[in-house]
């Protein structure tokens, strides 16, 4: 897997739907009816409905369970805002945390201090910074004042989301109190104990500032968190993926506010600031085989393991992703990926082979992305059909191909032989989102064959890549290898997937969900009987890879068999699809991996139609239930571990199960 770029999200609408048993669900417009009902403006000039945050806030009445965003204009806010228990379903949007600033002077007590609270349920935060100005040594007329606790944010309610936001204060900068919260993309700076609380709080790709070593107190020994998980039952914990921690000084990593502190660092880039020992007990010492704290895949001049404290823990790979992914720490009842946000590309490309737009074909609108591009680019794609030969490649990620419905736009070309080179379409940055598109090799389709004897070959519609691909609503039409569905990880939903012949395969990690599969077999002029859907290569127990097919149909004629082994442990699972008598009884195919046949994961779970009848299938296909489908081949667990299906065009369109 190439190494992960993550595109720019320039344009975010973050709505979250509420849990808790007393409160109500939110309410919003539109037809995914999470859409703001109301939008209130504050600008501090009176171009706004009020000229303090604090105003437009008191204007939600108590009770609310209906979304209303608050737009706040640039500038500097001096003022303390609270929003209040019962004024849920709060969306504050400011215009970037580099001009939208809330700030306050105030000290000593961390439930008084804070510059701004929030206790209720479903709030999200986009592009503000909040500061306390108290003990920022620049703002200080006497640099010898003593320290005090000074929280420039104060979160409490469950489901609260913060985007590209700032917390600025020096210590105990953003108290993250208790329930779950997530963090994307924020800046957070301070010296001493400036992330604390019993919050189950996600940080992801944030940049932690320690400003400890350039203060005028002399303080040379700062802390990024103080945890205060209570017991071996209490899920709070602190989880840092990606990011940066950096600064001066001596810094810990943390140090324990309660006996069952919890912090996890994945993948973070550790500055030289860090100390060796990275971590401390303070308070609880002699408790510390209850505390759990560890670094996973770290880098940086700070991430050396060698000198850490004894008592620090060990995770794999595996087990941070059982334990600490996001779906299962904070998102097991799928807060997060049914409540996604909106984003909206930074440019728009129009191709039109009828010159009506800024390309006629679509491979000089994709060469026209910028080699290393990270912002979302939207290359709309007229109707037609373009008989042309399409690739992405590697250095072009971050790109939303948008057709006018697969009925309307297709691609279409003929070639065969070699999958690596007959493709049609061949995707292989990550982050690539496509909507709306029929993919099609006319090689070996018979009704545009001049010969019918003429001998059948590989010939790909589509071949797909890069890690995080999205198709929706998209048709992929052959014969034989009609979807080479190579590596990583890959979501389909709503789509027509057409062929005979191993006409879904490869090696990745993907999830068909609700998709139309039409089998050719027994319709064509070769002769040709004996069809196979799926031809999935896992090379291991280790290996990640997968077909999961969630809901939706298969039909066809002829003897059709659901899949055959394409590596030594082939997986693939139906769940709840319709299946029809095309199906042999037998179901599945070992190929040339006979043998092996205890280690192919073959399964069908809920199936119903026709040739949903599991008494005759092969003796070694696998026995789910549902629950045990749920927790290994669900959306989130299977492939959505990081969020990543939140976090592209779509994310507002698509329902996810």
């Not at 393991?305 to 790979?317: A, D, F, H, Q």
């Amino acid at each position: 897997m190439q190494p992960l770029l993550l595109c720019l999200l320039p344009v975010i609408a973050i709505l979250i739907g509420f849990s808790g048993a007393a409160a109500a669900q939110c309410i919003g417009s539109g037809s995914d009816n999470i859409e703001p009902t109301r939008t209130i403006v504050v600008d501090q000039n009176g171009r706004g409905n009020f000229k303090t945050i604090q105003g437009a806030i008191d204007s939600v009445p108590p009770g609310n369970n209906k979304w209303v965003k608050i737009v706040i204009n640039a500038g500097t806010y001096r003022e303390q805002v609270l929003i209040t228990k019962d004024q849920q379903c709060i969306y504050l949007k400011g215009k970037g945390r580099m001009v939208t600033t809330i700030t306050f002077d105030a000290n000593h007590l961390t439930d008084k201090s804070a510059t701004f609270s929030s206790f209720p349920n479903n709030v999200i935060v986009q592009g503000i910074t909040f500061k306390n100005s108290y003990n920022r040594f620049w703002s200080l007329e006497d640099a010898r004042q003593k320290v005090k606790p000074a929280v420039a944010a104060r979160v409490y309610g469950d489901k609260s989301l913060f985007y590209e936001c700032g917390f600025v204060g020096f210590q105990d900068t953003l108290f993250d109190v208790m329930n779950r919260h997530y963090y994307k993309s924020c800046y957070i700076e301070g010296s001493v104990d400036f992330i604390f609380g019993d919050g189950q709080s996600y940080f992801t790709d944030c940049v932690i500032n320690a400003t400890v070593g350039s203060n005028p107190y002399g303080l040379m020994m700062g802390y990024v968190t103080a945890q205060g998980r209570a017991s071996a039952a209490d899920p709070g914990g602190f989880v840092f993926k990606g990011g940066v921690v950096y600064g001066g000084g001596k810094l810990y990593l943390g140090r324990a506010y309660g006996p069952y502190s919890r912090v996890i660092f994945y993948g973070t880039t550790l500055s030289a600031a860090v100390t060796p020992e990275g971590w401390g007990a303070w308070s609880n010492q002699g408790k510390e085989g209850n505390i759990f704290y560890s670094e996973i895949g770290c880098g940086g001049k700070g991430s050396d393991k060698s000198k850490r404290v004894p008592w620090m823990k060990k995770l794999k790979e595996a087990q941070f992703q059982k334990m600490f992914g996001v779906s299962t720490f904070i998102d097991h009842d799928g807060w997060l990926a049914k409540h996604p946000h909106h984003i909206e590309p930074v440019r728009t490309i129009v191709v039109d082979q009828n010159g009506h737009g800024d390309f006629t074909t679509i491979q000089e609108a994709i060469l026209s992305v910028p080699s290393r591009n990270n912002e979302w680019v939207k290359i709309e794609i007229n109707a037609g059909t373009y008989k042309e030969q399409v690739e992405i490649s590697y250095d072009r990620g971050c790109i939303f191909l948008k057709g006018k419905g697969r009925e309307a736009t297709t691609i279409e070309f003929n070639a065969s032989d070699q999958t690596d080179t007959s493709s049609t379409f061949t995707s292989n940055p990550d982050n690539v989102v496509v909507q709306g598109i029929t993919f099609k090799n006319s090689y070996n389709r018979f009704w545009s064959l001049s010969d019918p004897g003429k001998e059948w070959k590989p010939a790909v519609a589509a071949r797909v890549l890069g890690d995080r691909s999205l198709f929706y609503e998209c048709g992929f039409v052959g014969f034989q290898d009609t979807l080479f569905d190579a590596i990583n990880r890959h979501y389909y939903k709503s789509c027509y997937i057409e062929g005979a012949v191993d006409f879904i395969f490869g090696m990745a990690q993907s999830y068909f969900d609700d998709c139309v599969i039409n089998a050719t077999v027994g319709s064509n002029p070769f002769g040709l009987m004996m069809g196979y859907v799926t031809a999935q290569g896992r090379s291991s127990e280790a290996d990640p890879s997968g077909f999961v097919f969630r809901g939706g149909v298969l039909y066809g004629g002829g003897k059709l068999y659901l899949g055959r082994a394409y590596g030594p442990y082939s997986r693939v699972i139906f769940y709840g699809t319709n299946l029809s008598a095309t199906v042999t009884p037998e179901g599945w195919d070992a190929w040339t991996y006979r043998g092996n046949e205890e280690n192919f994961f073959y399964s069908e779970v809920g199936c119903g139609g026709n040739g949903s009848n599991k008494s005759k299938r092969v003796p070694w296909m696998k026995k789910l239930n549902n629950a045990q489908f749920e927790e290994i081949f669900g959306v989130s667990s299977f492939i959505n571990k990081d969020g990543w299906l939140m976090e592209n065009p779509l994310a507002n369109t698509i329902r996810f199960p």
